[in-house]
T-cell receptor
Framework: DQQVKQNSPSLSVQEGRISILNCDYT??????FLWYKKYPAEGPTFLIS?????DKNEDGRFTVFLNKSAKHLSLHIVPSQPGDSAVYFC??????????FGKGTSLLVTP | GAGVSQSPSNKVTEKGKDVELRCDPI?????LYWYRQSLGQGLEFLIY????????KSGLPSDRFSAERTGGSVSTLTIQRTQQEDSAVYLC?????????????FGPGTRLTVL
């Protein structure tokens, strides 16, 4: 049962524009959310996180928004750069320690 | 380097053989996790080690899978009598294991192919 869903398998954005990656979750006990970025043949690397007590967290070009009532979060990248092209995974955790991952969204930023 | 390392990076084996996958966590990290990613899927939790506590094996898909962690550091994931559905990328992660939420740092993974 997929508790974290990324419904867009792929996204293509022009360099300089905003990339918006979406994630939905079903478990209301999740209280911490993370985004990971993965290049081919490498492990996922942590990008940004947000606690359920916040609705926004910003780090440079990356901002994560959390809408708890909708059980929805999104990652905004602005401006997008070709080096941002990768697979982005949304992950969530509750009181346990295991991360629950979505299937990922492949982002392509074109020059 | 100071990151999580895994070996081998690639492993091709025949159905029915046993395989061992190794993970070296970040020095000082007390928590260690194994995940696997099958083709087109997200990462699936397998097992968790925290310090000297008994591991949480709740994610292991069958009794053919086992893992150990020696001396609170290096971990080995063993798959016995491999099946074709075991083909996946096996990822190890570690974290400081402190109270509260901590990001997990991943290794590059071992790509296992069972013929």
């Amino acid at each position: 049962d997929q508790q974290v869903k990324q419904n867009s398998p792929s996204l293509s954005v022009q360099e300089g524009r905003i990339s918006i990656l979406n994630c939905d979750y079903t478990n209301s006990m999740f209280d911490y959310f993370l985004w990971y970025k993965k290049y081919p043949a490498e492990g996922p690397t942590f990008l940004i996180s947000i606690s359920s007590i916040k609705d926004k967290n910003e780090d440079g070009r990356f901002t994560v928004f959390l809408n708890k009532s909708a059980k929805h979060l999104s990652l905004h990248i602005v401006p997008s750069q070709p080096g941002d092209s990768a697979v982005y995974f949304c992950a969530a955790k509750g009181s346990g320690y295991a991360l629950n991952f979505g299937k990922g969204t492949s982002l392509l930023v074109t020059p | 380097g100071a990151g999580v390392s895994q070996s081998p990076s690639n492993k091709v084996t025949e159905k029915g053989k046993d395989v061992e996958l190794r993970c070296d966590p970040i020095s000082g990290h007390t928590a260690l996790y194994w995940y696997r990613q099958s083709l087109g899927q997200g990462l699936e939790f397998l097992i968790y080690f925290q310090g000297n506590s008994a591991p949480d094996k709740s994610g292991l898909p069958s009794d053919r899978f086992s893992a150990e962690r020696t001396g609170g550091s290096v971990s080995t994931l063993t798959i016995q009598r491999t099946q074709q559905e075991d083909s996946a990328v096996y990822l190890c992660a570690s974290s400081p294991g402190l109270a509260g939420h901590n990001e997990q740092f991943f290794g590059p993974g071992t790509r296992l192919t069972v013929l």
